[in-house]
């Protein structure tokens, strides 16, 4: 049998084997069937390449670097860990961590050092839907699989550019295109995935909510919804029912600035359609609104009871490979473990399985908050992961602002000259895509085995760094692991602890995982049954309150950010490889040429584009996009000196899709 592994990059979790130091899509995968993409083809090309190999310490940002060790080095955090009030001390993860370095970090902080302010990069992209999950079913369960679209007539893509951010799934849905699915692209851009589409609608920014409550108003007041679902399966149907149709249909159609035909078509194929999907990602999530969003997109699947069947469902699409593990592990700071949230009964049966009178009894502070928290000089340590919070979090200017006030920031990654590295004290390497072990679950819930093939030559994988951080602060029982097996059999265990035990990873297999992927909660919600107190799903009314940045005279564009095909973040890795820079410039902002010519702009030329939080350069591009709105890659790794900080109420997901800016010619 070939070595093979698992991707790094999106939520897809694409498999490959490895022959010849290349990778090939697997053909007897479920996640891509064979299918790749160029940024996951290309990845043993980065493995060498821009590579953090040293642990390096210095006591102040003005100094340069001095050499460490692990164990020098974990030394001192321990020393300054048992120094410091547990409320003052933060650790950020990210969705590049597989799901036993989530496991051990998550332990250590919440269960022994004794602080919940543990969070994952996830709150930026999926808290908005997690919360959305649970509101409406009970739990964080994606009750669709990728799988279903070939059983679906209608999917519905709303704020999410698949082509771009998850390849492999859009290639999927060109092939069940051929066999007759019809597709719906909402997105205020004419995006790549739009120019597939059967029916492109583009809605302005902000008014997603009332275009979906357009659409649950219609299909009430037409009767095209499911009665007996509402009535046996369903929570609040009356007062929902009541509120929505007080709206006014043409201030709603307004807002969104479709024409009335273009609705009519979306409503057509809607009611024509047996099985629907609706997915989304990040233009749906990112935002102040994001949970009412996603609540809005879950209304419509309960009142037409397209939910708990082949080929519907609201699938919300997770961006990094394994975001969704980390939400089941316990890495968002709102959980406490294995889905469990805070409460006294579940604190106690955590503190058992641990062994442990440590654990911290509340939740935790979110990404943004600790940032918060630091700005006011209430962080002590910030212990972040393979992630890059200078770069990614929003009001760059605050954030910067907010490491400079914090004693010891420690930077884990598997690469050099990340924006966070001038901000940190301390630098860990930690070993990449190639060199892990362990397991990831994709967007789909399909948990399986990353294997490493590639040796690790003295450097250690996230969760040995944490294990050995572990037992130099005591507690060398508890985090005694000898290798990624053990730490998942531990975490396997601790899964039966979930509510009914849905979360059935206890019943997986680590030998079989390399081989043979596992898909948790399959009946999760049979005979739709869901796990809300009366095990009915819950509607809610939501009016779109228009609580975003908005635009004026002297900010008038709205800026949308998003993901390009072939590059990734900050291009540690994909940057690295020449072949995929030949797709686009990376500092580029897509613009309205009606809108260009009015401040007497060319394609090609460069300029200043400000918010009131700051400005940065970029490069014209002509786009089909809204009047007045523009777009700008998360690629572009200035881009958050632009976007706004609000956050969620409920999900504390920042807005990133609603930032006002003006753009000036230099």
Request: with cysteine.
């Amino acid at each position: 049998m070939t070595e093979q592994t698992v991707c790094a990059y999106c939520g897809v979790g694409c498999k490959f084997e490895i022959k010849d130091n290349k990778l090939k899509g697997l053909k007897n995968y479920p996640a891509n069937q064979g299918l790749s993409c160029a940024k996951g083809i290309s990845q043993t090309q980065s493995i060498d390449t821009n590579r953090l190999l040293e642990a390096k310490h210095r006591d102040s940002t003005d100094a340069k670097f001095g050499t460490s060790s692990y164990k020098e080095s974990l030394k001192v955090i321990a020393q300054k860990i048992k120094n410091c009030n547990p409320q003052k001390i933060g650790f950020y993860l990210s969705g590049q961590m597989l799901n036993e370095d989530y496991y051990v970090a998550n332990k250590l902080a919440k269960g022994f050092i004794g602080t919940a302010h543990c969070d994952t990069n996830s709150r930026t992209c999926m808290a908005s839907a997690v919360v959305g999950y649970k509101k409406s079913f009970g739990v964080d369960y994606v009750p669709v699989r990728m799988e279903d679209i070939e059983r679906c007539n209608l999917l519905i893509l709303i704020g999410a550019n698949v082509a771009e951010a998850h390849v492999v799934f859009a290639n999927k849905i060109k092939k069940a295109q051929k066999k007759g699915l019809k597709v719906v692209v909402i997105d205020p851009r004419y995006t790549l995935t739009a120019k597939s589409a059967d029916l492109y609608l583009p809605l302005k920014v902000g008014t997603d909510i009332d275009l979906l409550n357009l659409l649950a108003l219609r299909l009430i007041e037409e009767g095209f919804i499911d009665h007996d679902f509402i009535k046996n399966h369903s929570n609040d149907f009356e007062n929902y029912k009541e509120k929505l149709l007080a709206l006014n249909k043409d201030t709603l159609l307004k807002s969104t600035r479709l024409t009335q035909q273009e609705f009519e078509s979306f409503y057509q194929l809607f009611t024509n359609s047996k099985n629907i999907i609706t997915a989304w990602t990040m233009g749906i999530n990112q935002s102040i609104q994001g949970v009412d969003k996603n609540l809005a997109i879950n209304n419509l699947h309960i009142i037409t009871g397209q939910i708990n069947k082949q080929g519907s469902g609201p699938l919300s699409l997770t961006g990094q490979p394994n975001a969704m593990g980390g939400r089941e592990v316990g890495g968002l700071s709102t959980t406490l473990a294995v889905h469990l949230d805070y409460s006294e009964a579940n604190c106690q049966k955590v503190s058992d399985f641990w062994h442990t009178d440590s654990l911290v009894q509340k939740s935790g502070l979110t990404a943004y908050e600790m940032i918060q928290k630091a700005h006011a000089g209430e962080i002590g340590i910030l212990i972040i992961c393979h992630t890059d919070p200078i770069y990614h979090l929003p009001h760059r200017a605050y954030v910067e602002e907010a490491l400079k006030n914090i004693p010891l920031v420690v930077e884990i990654n598997a690469y050099e000259n990340s924006e966070t590295s001038s901000f940190a004290h301390i630098q860990l390497p930690a070993v990449p895509f190639g060199q892990k072990e362990g397991t990831q679950v994709n967007l789909d819930r399909t948990l399986t085995r990353v294997t490493a093939f590639k040796e690790k030559n003295g450097l250690l994988q996230d969760w040995e760094i944490f294990a050995m951080l572990g037992r130099y602060l005591g507690y060398e029982d508890a985090f005694n692991f000898q290798n990624s097996k053990e730490v998942f059999e531990e975490y396997q265990e601790m899964t039966r602890l979930s509510h009914d035990g849905h979360l059935d990873i206890y019943s997986a297999n680590y030998n079989t995982l390399a081989h043979t992927p596992f898909i948790w909660g399959e009946n999760l919600f049979k005979n739709n049954t869901f796990m809300t107190a009366n095990k009915k799903a819950n509607l809610f009314f939501i009016e779109n309150k228009n609580l975003s940045e908005k635009t004026s005279q002297e900010y008038p564009f709205m800026l949308l950010t998003g993901r390009t095909r072939d590059q990734w973040h900050t291009g540690s890795k994909t940057a690295q490889v020449a072949k995929l820079l030949k797709y686009k410039s990376l500092e580029f902002i897509e613009i309205n040429e009606n809108d260009a010519k009015s401040l007497n702009i060319d394609e090609g030329e460069r300029v200043k584009v400000s918010s009131i939080r700051g400005e940065l350069v970029a490069t014209v591009i002509f786009a089909k996009i809204n009047h007045k709105t523009v777009f700008i890659p998360i690629s572009h790794i200035k881009v958050n000196y632009l976007t706004d900080n609000k956050l969620d109420p409920l999900s504390k997901q920042p807005d990133y899709n609603h930032s006002a800016v003006k753009i000036e010619k230099i």
